[in-house]
């Protein structure tokens, strides 16, 4: 813990006032937020408070209308396929699995920025070895595997590519609670076997919150508060507003 502590100087991930506009719609005015080495961060909030494109925003998907973001002190650029080489990745809502790919192809995909053949093959053997029910179905096509196994297989795709940062868009959407539980183990794993820095968005509050360090609430495109997760899974306005009426 110390040594996370030492390492906490500056952030891996920086986003400094981003404001993102769909037509009219702000969606983002101006939010912040910092990720640092090793770190779990979630982002909670309801419907339409913006997750999704923060991430999207991130990753050069949606145009960033303002502010800066930043990877180890460098500005991101600006594209999706560049974002993904500099280090970032993303497992998208609702999974977008290419359907007709089995699930080798959709791994060798997410793999592109790395040349490497054998680089691939070792990448794909850490990703059979978090999910071992992926290696078992590497011949099946995606788009018949069950929700949890997509759900699988979206955050094997991003891994693939050997990211320093990971970016996981409600990784629980649509999922059983014991499926929900697996993935969730699995993502604490992926953070320390393979020390990934995570930023997770997500409506499942209370399982975001036990799962990360910190967190940040987001609110119609900015963001209201943030803090240690321990100390926001007890704040009564967050239970208030965030974990009341069965979220968990
Ligand atoms: N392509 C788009 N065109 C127009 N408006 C959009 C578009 N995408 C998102 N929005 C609007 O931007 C706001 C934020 O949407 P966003 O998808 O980021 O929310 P979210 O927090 O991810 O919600 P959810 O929890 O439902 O996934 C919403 O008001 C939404 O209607
Ligand atoms: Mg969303």
């Known amino acids: 813990m110390m040594d996370a502590a030492a390492e906490m100087k500056r952030p891996l991930l920086s986003v400094k006032n981003l404001s993102v506009s769909y037509g009219a719609i702000q969606a983002l005015k101006g939010a912040s937020l910092d990720v640092y080495p090793g770190e779990i961060v ?6 339409g408070a913006g997750k999704s494109t923060m991430m999207n925003a991130i990753m050069g998907d949606v145009k960033r209308g303002g502010g800066e973001i930043s990877l180890d002190g460098n500005p991101l650029p600006a594209r999706s396929f560049q974002v993904v080489s500099a280090g970032i990745s993303l497992s998208p809502e609702g999974r977008k699995v290419f359907a007709p790919l089995t699930v080798m192809e959709n791994l060798e995909i997410g793999a592109f920025p790395l040349k490497d053949k054998g680089e691939i093959d070792e ?11 992926l290696e078992e179905r590497r011949n099946q096509y995606a788009g018949t595997l069950s929700g949890g196994e997509q759900q699988m297989l979206a955050i094997g795709r991003a891994l693939m590519a050997r990211p320093r940062v990971l970016l996981l868009d409600e990784p629980s959407l649509g999922l059983a609670p014991i499926v929900i539980t697996e993935i969730f183990k699995e993502l604490a794993a992926i953070n320390k076997t393979m020390g990934m820095t995570i930023l997770l968005v997500e409506q499942n509050a209370r399982k975001a919150l036990l799962l990360s360090n910190r967190a ?29 009426g069965g979220a968990g």
């Open 42 to 47: 979630a982002v909670i909030g309801a419907n």
């Open 123 to 133: 990448q794909t053997q850490r990703v059979f070895n978090l999910f071992p029910r």
């Open 216 to 244: 940040y609430v987001l609110q119609t495109g900015v963001i209201i508060s943030g803090g240690n997760s321990r100390d926001m899974l007890n704040d009564p306005e967050i239970i208030a507003a965030y974990l009341g």
